[in-house]
């Protein structure tokens, strides 16, 4: 699914990552922890082709991102959810529409998708609010609104930088939960988290590897944290 060898990303002497070798592979779970500013966003990104290795290489789903062009990147990230620490949304549209989005980008009708469209929103919970406006929702409603959307469009490969960075313990556990069952589907997942009490939560739901990210370098952390 994703294979690095001996990838790097940064530019002098010192690169925000370097020598990084992983393997991906389908149906996965695995956390990514670090102080803060170790290079787990950077990484995330080099997982969705955001960004482009300055050394080696990062293959995504078969293919290397750096011989990708604009529009080989865009139908590859159409195979990866990404929930990005800082939910953004279209503060004019209500959240259903806001989740819609990626298939209208993706050129989908979406009256072809409303069953899908509104068991989703059942799934993460937000019947009572898919006519809300994003200002008017909570930081929880924020973040299942967020990965409702970053699944809409049933991807592979799921992303999520700090997922529970913004909100309380229940409402961590609630997403921990969703994020457990997408991938008792098949799906993989990636959770960059610095909450080391979310990663021993997750022991009894799925097998996580754990990995982490310090001075640049990626390390196995092992699952008994």
Same mark, same amino acid.
């Given at each position: 699914?994703?294979? @690095? $060898?001996?990838?790097?990303?940064?530019?002098? &002497? #010192?690169?925000?990552?370097?020598?990084?070798?992983?393997?991906?592979?389908?149906?996965?779970?695995?956390?990514?922890?670090?102080?803060?500013?170790?290079?787990?966003?950077?990484?995330?990104?080099?997982?969705?082709?955001?960004?482009?290795?300055?050394?080696?290489?990062?293959?995504?789903?078969? $293919?290397?991102?750096?011989?990708? *062009?604009?529009?080989?990147?865009?139908?590859?990230?159409?195979?990866?959810?990404?929930?990005?620490?800082?939910? #953004?949304?279209?503060?004019?549209?209500?959240?259903? #529409?806001?989740?819609?989005?990626? =298939?209208?980008?993706?050129?989908?009708?979406?009256?072809? *998708?409303?069953?899908?469209?509104? #068991?989703?929103?059942?799934?993460?919970?937000?019947?009572?609010?898919?006519?809300?406006?994003?200002?008017?929702?909570?930081?929880?409603?924020? $973040?299942? &609104?967020?990965?409702?959307?970053?699944?809409? @469009?049933?991807?592979?490969?799921?992303?999520?930088?700090?997922?529970?960075?913004?909100?309380?313990?229940? @409402?961590? =556990?609630?997403?921990?939960?969703?994020?457990?069952?997408? *991938?008792?589907?098949?799906?993989?997942?990636?959770?960059?988290?610095?909450?080391?009490?979310?990663?021993?939560? &997750?022991?009894?739901?799925?097998?996580?590897?754990? =990995?982490?990210?310090?001075?640049?370098?990626?390390?196995?952390?092992?699952?008994?944290?």
């Amino acid at each position: 699914m994703i294979d @690095m $060898q001996d990838a790097a990303y940064g530019y002098g &002497a #010192e690169p925000i990552l370097s020598e990084i070798t992983l393997r991906l592979s389908p149906g996965s779970f695995h956390f990514l922890t670090g102080p803060s500013g170790s290079g787990k966003t950077t990484f995330l990104k080099l997982c969705y082709g955001e960004l482009t290795a300055t050394q080696g290489s990062v293959t995504i789903f078969g $293919q290397d991102t750096a011989t990708l *062009n604009r529009d080989s990147i865009a139908r590859t990230r159409q195979r990866i959810g990404v929930v990005h620490q800082d939910c #953004e949304f279209l503060d004019h549209l209500p959240i259903v #529409e806001n989740i819609a989005l990626p =298939l209208s980008v993706a050129g989908r009708e979406r009256g072809a *998708n409303d069953d899908n469209l509104r #068991e989703l929103i059942a799934w993460v919970g937000l019947n009572a609010r898919a006519a809300a406006r994003p200002p008017e929702l909570s930081g929880g409603e924020r $973040q299942r &609104a967020a990965l409702a959307r970053a699944i809409i @469009m049933d991807p592979d490969l799921i992303l999520a930088d700090e997922p529970t960075g913004n909100v309380d313990w229940e @409402m961590s =556990l609630r997403l921990l939960q969703l994020l457990c069952e997408l *991938n008792r589907l098949g799906k993989t997942i990636v959770i960059a988290t610095h909450d080391l009490a979310l990663i021993r939560a &997750a022991k009894a739901q799925v097998q996580a590897r754990v =990995l982490r990210i310090a001075d640049g370098k990626l390390s196995a952390a092992g699952a008994n944290l």
